[in-house]
C-alpha cells in the first residue's frame, strides 16, 4: 500500500493539471457571444439609402447598401456594404464580421475594405456603436446610431489638436429582412 500511495498520487497530480489545461467548455463561450450578439440584431436585415464620401477627387455620392445576419448559431454577425455610383455600379464593397470575446467582455470587427483588412475594437453606445482605424498620427472614427428605424453612420477624420473632420455620412432605413447569410447552406446530402 505504500508503495501504491505514491503512484495514486502521482497520477491525481497529472489528471489535475490535464484537467487545468483543458480549453473551456465551446457551448459556454458560444452561449456568451450568441447572447453578447444580441444588442447587435437591430442590424439584421437589409438596408438601403443615400451615403456620401470626401475623397480626393471631391464629394462622391453613392446609394448606400447593407445586408447582415447571424452566423454559427448567432454567435458571429456578418454584414457586407456596397457603394452603388449613380449609374448602377459598385463602387464601394466592405464585408466585416463583428464578433465578441467572452473573456475580455469586447466585441471586435474584422474589416475588409477597398484592398485593405484590419481587426478593430467596436464600442456600443447606448444607441449603436463606435469603431477606429488607427492612421499614423490621425485616427479615423466611425460613430452609427440608431433610432426611430433609422441607422445613420458618419466617419471622421481625427488629428490630435484639430477639431474632427467628417468626410463620409450613410443615412439607412431598413429595407427588409434577409436569410443572408445562411440561406443556401451545403446540406449532409
Known amino acids: 500500500m505504500r508503495r501504491l500511495l505514491p503512484v495514486l498520487l502521482a497520477s491525481a ?25 444580441k444588442k447587435l440584431s437591430w442590424m439584421d436585415g437589409t438596408w438601403r439609402g443615400p451615403a456620401w464620401n470626401v475623397g480626393p477627387t ?6 448606400q447598401a447593407e445586408r447582415i445576419g447571424p452566423l454559427l448559431g448567432g454567435s458571429v454577425k456578418v454584414v457586407e456594404g456596397r457603394g452603388y455610383n449613380p449609374d448602377g455600379s459598385t ?6 464580421v463583428i464578433s465578441f470575446e467572452p473573456n475580455t467582455g469586447v466585441y471586435s470587427m474584422r474589416s475588409y475594405a477597398m484592398g485593405q483588412a484590419g481587426d478593430f475594437k467596436l464600442a456600443l453606445t447606448a444607441d449603436g456603436y463606435t469603431w477606429e482605424i488607427p492612421a499614423g498620427p490621425m485616427t479615423i472614427r466611425y460613430t452609427a446610431v440608431m ?12 488629428v490630435p489638436g484639430q477639431a474632427p473632420v ?6 439607412l432605413k431598413r429595407v427588409g429582412d434577409s436569410a443572408w447569410p445562411t440561406a443556401g447552406e451545403v446540406g449532409p446530402k
Open 91 to 96: 463602387g464601394f464593397n466592405a464585408l466585416g
Open 166 to 171: 467628417q468626410f463620409f455620412e450613410m443615412n
Open 58 to 63: 471631391g464629394r462622391h455620392d453613392i446609394t
Open 147 to 158: 433610432k426611430d428605424g433609422a441607422w445613420r453612420e458618419i466617419g471622421e477624420r481625427i
Open 13 to 37: 497530480a497529472v489528471a489535475g493539471a490535464a484537467q487545468a489545461q483543458m480549453p473551456p467548455d465551446p457551448a459556454v463561450r458560444i452561449a456568451a457571444q450568441t447572447e453578447a450578439m
